[in-house]
T-cell receptor, first 118, second 112 residues
Framework: GAVVSQHPSRVICKSGTSVKIECRSL??????MFWYRQFPKKSLMLMAT?????????EQGVEKDKFLINHASLTLSTLTVTSAHPEDSSFYICSASPATSATYNEQFFGPGTRLTVL | RKEVEQDPGPFNVPEGATVAFNCTYS??????FFWYRQDCRKEPKLLMSVYSSGNEDGRFTAQLNRASQYISLLIRDSKLSDSATYLCVVNPQSGGSYIPTFGRGTSLIVHP
């Protein structure tokens, strides 16, 4: 159990276009999902916390108008990179915790989306 | 001081060796602790949760020391397939919600 999917797994786009990444919890409900970015050989960087039915909470330095997050249901969160530029090229990963995970808050990660902006 | 610190390594060990990683955290209000494994260009996968009493899963043993604010991961009888980056994750509790904090990861290379 506790499977998280992400789509697409890889995307190549031209500078200036917007890219939408979907994160789904397949066999559990997740009131909270997290979006991370990881550059090559660097650690995961939390971008934002996505809460179902409310606005996302962004980490310092992450532009909320650039990275639009929508958490429309308990099983789906989307990240839209608007007007993407080459410096946005990165590995984007989402994670989710089962709503029933009371104490230990285990996170399960999606397989990631590799974004390349030309 | 960073919230969660790990020795980046790499730890280069032969097959069959025992290797231990430590991870220190600065927030004493931290509530839950995990070790994740991340292979190159892949997503992190949960390896094990870390309980106050310590826990073991096969060749892997995790320990928590709240007084000194560190967690450890011990890998016995290392296999080539254990080569990966091991991430320490600490969840502080804040107002009913939590923001997971990742260490930078410790790289392990197991060689024949």
């Amino acid at each position: 159990g506790a499977v998280v999917s992400q789509h697409p797994s890889r995307v190549i786009c031209k500078s200036g276009t917007s890219v939408k990444i979907e994160c789904r919890s397949l066999d559990f409900q997740a009131t909270t999902m997290f979006w991370y970015r990881q550059f090559p050989k660097k650690s995961l960087m939390l971008m934002a916390t996505s809460n179902e039915g409310s606005k996302a909470t962004y980490e310092q330095g992450v532009e909320k108008d650039k990275f639009l997050i929508n958490h429309a249901s308990l099983t789906l969160s989307t990240l839209t990179v608007t007007s993407a530029h080459p410096e946005d090229s990165s590995f984007y990963i989402c994670s989710a915790s089962p709503a029933t995970s009371a104490t230990y808050n285990e996170q399960f990660f999606g397989p990631g989306t590799r974004l390349t902006v030309l | 001081r960073k919230e969660v610190e790990q020795d980046p390594g790499p730890f280069n060990v032969p097959e069959g060796a025992t290797v231990a990683f430590n991870c220190t955290y600065s927030n004493s209000a931290s509530q839950s602790f995990f070790w994740y494994r991340q292979d190159c260009r892949k997503e992190p996968k949960l390896l094990m949760s870390v309980y106050s009493s310590g826990n073991e899963d096969g060749r892997f043993t995790a320990q928590l020391n709240r007084a000194s604010q560190y967690i450890s991961l011990l890998i016995r009888d290392s296999k080539l397939s254990d080569s990966a980056t091991y991430l320490c994750v600490v969840n502080p509790q804040s107002g009913g919600s939590y923001i997971p904090t990742f260490g930078r990861g410790t790289s392990l290379i197991v060689h024949p």
